[in-house]
Each structure stands twice: as C-alpha cells, then as structure tokens.
T-cell receptor, first 113, second 114 residues
Framework: DGGITQSPKYLFRKEGQNVTLSCEQN?????MYWYRQDPGQGLRLIYY???????QKGDIAEGYSVSREKKESFPLTVTSAQKNPTAFYLC????????????FGQGTRLTVV | KQEVTQIPAALSVPEGENLVLNCSFT??????LQWFRQDPGKGLTSLLL?????REQTSGRLNASLDKSSGRSTLYIAASQPGDSATYLC?????????????FGGGTRVLVKP
C-alpha cells in the first residue's frame, strides 16, 4: 500500500528543545517537501528536496533543518531557534517533472508546552 | 510573485445541492493546478490534477475546469452529501518556481447540511 507516513501524529516540545519529525514514502518519488500550516495562513513551504543528498530552503526555513540521506526519508528538525513552532506540519512527495501530482502525509501536530 | 485566492473562505449548502468552489491565480504561467481535500486534523487528499494544456478533469461527481487566460479554476461537486464536508484547497505549480513547488490558496471550508 503506497503512501507517505508521518510520525508521530502529535508531538510536544519544551522551550529550548530540538525535535525531529519523521516522513517516509514508498512511492519511489524523487522530490519531497515540508509545509507548515497555521490557521488562517494556508500552507507555507519550509524545505524541499529534489534528489538524495540535496535540499533547498523554502519560504520559511529559519529555525528548521532537514536531511535527505535516503530517497524514501526526509526528516525535519525543529530547532530551538524557531520561535513559534506550534503548527501542523505536512510532508509531501512527487515525481520529478512539471506535470506531476503531489501526495501528502497525514501530518504531525507540534505543540510547545 | 504568484498568489492564489479562494473565495469564499466558507460555504454552507443543503444536501443535494451542487457545490461550486472557486480558485484564482495571478500569473497564468503555470505547469498545472491541483485540487485537494482536507478533513479536520488530517493531511491533504489529492482530488484532481489539471495540466496547463487541459481545460478540465473529471472524477466521479467531481469536475474541475481551468481557464489559464483568466487565471481561474472551478471545482464542481455534483449532488453534495454530508460526507463532502471538508476544506478544499487549490494549488498551482508556477513555471518560474524551482523544484515544482506548490503555491496554495487559503482554502474554502464547506459544510453540507443534511
């Protein structure tokens, strides 16, 4: 059953703590993306990767880091430098090329406590 | 910079009525447009992908049209059901954007009343 798996579903972070969100896909897609969703603001791109061992900053990369060591995995670390991390985080993937469909995971809700 | 707008932000209709959802974008230079559905607290489910060379796409009760010259897309859902209640988002891939990055609208929250 192909798809994108995000874990955990809920995550709580203490002030000053780094946390890592997992994203795994078995669709054999080259491109992967991380978006942040806030109420009333829509989805904003954090980072994206078009190929293993390469990634690019999106519109709101400050306070986040990623790695792409394997094709199927694209973890996102929310660092202590991210001042307002409470949000819903969505991972997506797609094939390379201009007319490809994007698929999303079920999301991780991160809350600062 | 490409901007995508969805109006209205919320919509309520009685069961059985046809739904018409609007999406507008400022730059017609796009590769494709994609419609998604999002249930509360869930991820996005892809509904339809319209390539820039196409005028419409259909899947079951769903039909999406694309008019690049006017920067508009419309999602039609025939004979709405309470299970259609969700937020619907549209997104485009601008030609000028590297990495096939999607630009999203703010979504239309739909309530279908029994």
């Amino acid at each position: 059953d192909g798809g994108i798996t995000q874990s955990p579903k809920y995550l709580f972070r203490k002030e000053g703590q780094n946390v890592t969100l997992s994203c795994e896909q078995n669709l054999n897609h080259d491109a992967m993306y991380w978006y942040r969703q806030d109420p009333g603001q829509g989805l904003r791109l954090i980072y994206y990767s078009q190929i293993v061992n390469d990634f690019q900053k999106g519109d709101i990369a400050e306070g986040y880091s990623v790695s792409r060591e394997k094709k199927e995995s694209f973890p996102l670390t929310v660092t202590s430098a991210q001042k307002n991390p409470t949000a819903f985080y969505l991972c997506a993937s797609s094939e390379q090329g201009m007319n490809t469909e994007a698929f999303f995971g079920q999301g991780t809700r991160l809350t600062v406590v | 910079k490409q901007e995508v707008t969805q109006i209205p932000a919320a919509l309520s209709v009685p069961e059985g009525e046809n739904l018409v959802l609007n999406c507008s974008f400022t730059d017609s230079a796009i590769y494709n447009l994609q419609w998604f559905r999002q249930d509360p607290g869930k991820g996005l489910t892809s509904l339809l992908l319209i390539q820039s060379s196409q005028r419409e796409q259909t899947s079951g009760r769903l039909n999406a049209s694309l008019d690049k010259s006017s920067g508009r897309s419309t999602l039609y859902i025939a004979a709405s059901q309470p299970g259609d209640s969700a937020t619907y988002l549209c997104a485009v891939i601008p030609i000028k954007a590297a990495g096939n990055k999607l630009t999203f609208g703010g979504g239309t929250r739909v309530l279908v009343k029994p």
